[in-house]
């Protein structure tokens, strides 16, 4: 099915842990990004990528390292997990800059 | 710089009345506007899109906005509200006139329709 899918959907690590974050669309869009949404802060952009092998820094990149080998891949890694980096993260793509973006359901993460 | 604000954390409207949630904007350029949709353990879905043209814009289950260039304001309207809309509503806007790509969201606003 056409879609953006993140895997997994829960997933419950340590502190220290490296945790990746997957992120997977079929509509071969250039642009893609990674947010997380927590209480009082809203949406928060961590990365994003124009295209292939193009990736830049967003609001809150620190702890976090992304790649983009694929146009249609664009995973999320936490190298060494804290617990400030408990939430609800969200991949998104868009096939141009002026198109909405459509979002995965999101990956609820708990950092214990 | 481009921003985008939310005044109200909360909107309740009793079922079948009309409903508005609120979204001023600013930028150094044209604005291109969004409003978003997101329900419990959901991602965010795309609603309407402001990109030029007609002020009024129609979209997704019943939902419209209004393009206010002198006000900086692009209000989520509903002509009859459903419990069923009670959910998240995010505005979102990104510059035209800038060279990033990237749109800003509002801070969200809760829509509780009561019946």
């Known amino acids: 099915d056409a879609g953006i899918t993140q895997s997994p959907r829960y997933k419950i690590t340590e502190t220290g842990r490296q945790v990746t974050l997957m992120c997977h669309q079929t509509?071969?869009?250039?642009?893609m990004f990674w947010y997380r949404q927590d209480l009082g802060h809203g949406l928060r952009l961590i990365y994003y990528?124009?295209?292939?092998?193009?990736?830049d820094k967003g609001e809150v990149p620190d702890g976090y390292v992304v790649s983009r080998s694929k146009t249609e891949n664009f995973p999320l890694t936490l190298e060494s997990a804290t617990r400030s980096q408990t939430s609800v993260y969200f991949c998104a793509s868009a096939g141009e800059i002026n198109q909405p973006q459509h979002f995965g359901d999101g990956t609820r993460l708990s950092i214990l | 710089a481009q921003s985008v604000a939310q005044p109200e954390d909360q909107v309740n409207v009793a079922e079948g009345n009309p409903l508005t949630v609120k979204c001023t904007y600013s930028?150094?350029?044209?604005?291109?506007l969004f409003w978003y949709v997101q329900y419990p353990n959901r991602g965010l879905q795309f609603l309407l899109k402001?990109?030029?043209?007609?002020?009024l814009v129609k979209g997704s289950y019943g939902f419209e906005a209004e393009f206010n260039k002198s006000q900086t304001s692009f209000h989520l309207k509903k002509p009859s509200a459903l419990v069923s809309d009670s959910a998240l509503y995010f505005c979102a806007v990104r510059d035209s006139s800038g060279g990033s790509y990237i749109p800003t969201f509002g801070r969200g606003t809760s829509l509780i329709v009561h019946p």
């Open positions: 509509w071969s869009h250039s642009y």
């Open positions: 990528s124009a295209a292939a092998d193009i990736t």
């Open positions: 402001y990109i030029t043209g007609d002020n």
């Open positions: 930028v150094s350029g044209n604005p291109y």
